[in-house]
């Protein structure tokens, strides 16, 4: 009788699902929301590195605190911020962008709200979809630094998740939209921007509280909502630990392909079919989660 229990308390480890509200992906999300009445602190790290020439450095920071104001509707609020270290470093948007740019400061980079609505569940329902919006406040530009004059943006996701073999694989998928309206103190004038983004991941539970998987992050940037700009594809590893009293994800993505390609500072062509003026080559986000 004493097999059966360990037996029946080892397996069930296995089958149980991630906690609510955690979040298993560097970047891509899932329909996973705060419990009704409760509340999680969650705080991001993000390093990028690796431009086309110069050196360039970053690390963004952002801090959220989110409720669940229903079982199936969660909200946060945000506040990001960043360091940069730049030295001859491209830019598309800085003025001294094409012949390398000199930056080292803090920022404060903005305030934003969130909000999901978990329309379907992926361990109720055949699969799981949620939807998201954030407004957001923007002081500064998160890849040069520069002071905005007024920026406002909103941030759209259709999040849809399926599970398979018990939740033990997990796959996700958001359709990201995020509109701008960007002005920096140098240049009142506004600007209107697109981003579209798809973002995708599979995640295994390969032992009690542990997950492994791969993710994937292609970024499209069109100025004045008609004009492409650029188009960046990132792939990579990811890691998630969730604990009863906490939660932690490691997450690594590697630009693969870019276009148009980055150029050096004697105009040379360089990264093979990688976009480096804008984006960086690496990038490296840690996040940790305390829910209460």
Same mark, same amino acid.
């Given at each position: ?49 690796? +431009?086309?020439?110069?050196?360039? #450095?970053? *690390? /963004?920071? &952002?801090?959220?605190?989110? $409720?669940? !104001? ?86 759209? +996701?259709?999040?849809?998740?399926? #599970?398979? *073999? /018990?939740? &033990?694989?997990?796959?996700? $998928?958001? !359709? ?117």
């Amino acid at each position: 009788m004493k097999k059966e229990l360990v037996f029946l308390l080892c397996t069930s480890c296995f089958t149980l699902p991630a906690h609510a509200g955690e979040s298993m992906f560097s970047r891509a999300y899932t329909t996973d929301t705060v419990p009704e009445g409760h509340f999680e602190i969650e705080q991001l790290a993000r390093f990028r590195d690796q +431009r086309s020439m110069g050196t360039y #450095n970053a *690390l /963004d920071l &952002r801090s959220e605190l989110e $409720y669940g !104001l229903s079982n199936k509707l969660q909200a946060a609020l945000y506040v990001n911020s960043g360091y940069i270290h730049a030295k001859g470093a491209p830019d598309d948007d800085d003025p001294n962008g094409a012949t390398g740019f000199d930056r080292t400061k803090w920022f404060l980079q903005g305030i934003s709200a969130e909000f999901i609505y978990r329309v379907m569940s992926p361990y109720t329902d055949p699969f799981g979809l949620a939807f998201y919006i954030e407004p957001e406040y923007q002081f500064t530009d998160l890849h040069n630094g520069l002071a905005y004059n007024h920026t406002f943006g909103i941030e759209y +996701r259709a999040i849809f998740q399926k #599970n398979f *073999l /018990d939740d &033990r694989l997990i796959f996700v $998928y958001n !359709l990201v939209l995020e509109t701008e309206a960007i002005s920096f103190k140098d240049d009142p004038t506004y600007n209107s921007e697109l981003d579209w983004n798809n973002e995708i991941g599979v995640s295994y539970r390969f032992m009690p509280n542990w997950f492994a998987g791969l993710e994937g992050r292609n970024h499209n940037e069109y100025g004045n909502f008609n004009t492409h700009e650029h188009s960046v594809f990132w792939v990579g590893p990811v890691l998630h630990y969730g604990g009863p009293k906490m939660w932690a994800t490691l997450g690594w993505l590697e630009q693969v392909y870019g276009s148009p390609s980055g150029i050096d500072e004697n105009g040379t062509f360089i990264g093979h079919d990688l976009f480096l003026r804008s984006h960086e080559r690496h990038e490296i986000t840690f996040k940790v989660g305390i829910p209460f």
